[in-house]
């Protein structure tokens, strides 16, 4: 019959999971009519447009290698599921603008492009095939990423230079590996790295840590006044120290199999909040407080409106909240 399936993908990076996809005659396609009919795209190496919307006669995508074409395409639609749940399910938004209507996603962009990105202008995520070392760019947590950027746009609307820049970055790998985490996935378990499933280094390597941000070697672990002038995806890191930090608590911990090991500005411990309530407090905080010139000062401010807000001013968790942000050297 016409209309909501469920197929079967074999991911690169995830395993067998279920796909949400929808059939016209005879054909399925990668159309998601469960999460605001979220479609994916086979670009076929191209660079505008749509190219054609993966249809198939049956309804498994993929062989788990990048010899099918289809795989790419699963792995995409699937990130793109699990950061829909995640924010409907652990925030209560339906869709990035909360209207129910879902972005679409490209994979398969130009050739061996070692990248992914998220555009406001068409509402969309795209996807690079990678080259040499580094595999496709359509990880849970990349996917996460780049669709959290359209969050990020249509809330704050966090200006992508400076320091609000580098909290617009920092805001697509919390939630990142926020929705990694939530993903529960056996193939790609939560974790505070970015990208380590795309090996862009070549050497086993995330793209970034949010445990120690420096030990990229180049992003910073706390703020200093010159850090509104280097690139936002390394002004992200103190920021995402905070996040670290929030979650889990300075020094050394292991989760989910990872050892982390992170420091303070101060050398003051930090208690940790815990993750979930983390996100919770940074989402209240992007959707509700900051702007599109938020700093990290205000960045600060806004995670402390909100944490006074969800758990109360003065509350346990609104003192460590603000202990965390000391952690990384902004406010006292
Ligand atoms: N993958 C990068 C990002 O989402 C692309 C960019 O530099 N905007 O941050
Ligand atoms: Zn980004």
Redesign the pocket.
């Known amino acids: 019959y016409e209309g909501v399936h469920t197929g079967t993908g074999n991911t690169r990076y995830s395993g067998t999971v279920p796909l949400g996809t929808s059939q016209s005659g005879s054909a399925y396609t990668l159309t998601d009519a469960d999460r605001g009919n979220h479609r994916t795209y086979n670009l076929n190496r191209g660079s505008s447009g749509t190219g054609t919307l993966f249809s198939g006669a049956d309804d498994v995508w993929g062989d788990g290698t990048t010899a099918d074409p289809e795989t790419a395409g699963a792995d995409a639609h699937y990130g793109a599921a699990l950061t829909w749940d995640y924010y409907k399910n652990v925030h209560g938004r339906n869709g990035l603008r909360g209207d129910g209507v879902a972005p679409y996603s490209r994979v398969h962009y130009g050739n061996n492009y070692v990248?992914?990105?998220?555009q406001d202008s068409c509402f969309c995520m795209t996807y690079g095939d990678g080259s040499g070392n580094a595999n496709p760019?359509t990880s849970i947590d990349?996917a996460a990423?780049?669709m959290t950027?359209g969050l990020t746009s249509v809330t704050a609307g966090l200006n992508?230079s400076g320091e609000s820049g580098g909290l617009n970055?920092a805001t697509?790998d919390i939630f990142a590996a926020a929705v990694e985490f939530a993903a529960d996935n056996p193939e790609d378990a939560g974790d505070y790295l970015v990208g380590e499933k795309i090996d862009i280094n070549g050497d086993g390597t995330p793209l970034r840590y949010m445990d120690k941000p420096s030990k990229d070697g180049a992003s910073r672990d706390n703020w200093s006044s010159s850090l509104g002038s280097i690139d936002?995806?390394y002004s992200s890191g103190p920021a995402n120290h905070w996040f670290y930090l929030a979650s889990e608590g300075s020094g050394a911990k292991t989760v989910n199999g990872v050892d982390y090991d992170s420091p303070t500005y101060d050398g003051l411990p930090v208690t940790p909040i815990g993750r979930a309530n983390a996100e919770k407090i940074w989402f209240r905080a992007l959707t509700t407080y900051m702007t599109s010139t938020t700093n990290y000062a205000g960045a600060r401010t806004a995670t402390l409106q909100a944490a006074a807000d969800l758990f109360g001013l003065g509350s346990e968790t609104y003192n460590n909240t603000a202990n965390a942000w000391a952690a990384i050297n902004v406010g006292s």
């Not at 990248?115 to 998220?118: G, H, K, R, S």
Request: glycine letters at 0%.
């Open positions: 990248n992914a990105f998220w760019l990349v990423h780049e950027h992508y970055e697509s936002v995806h």
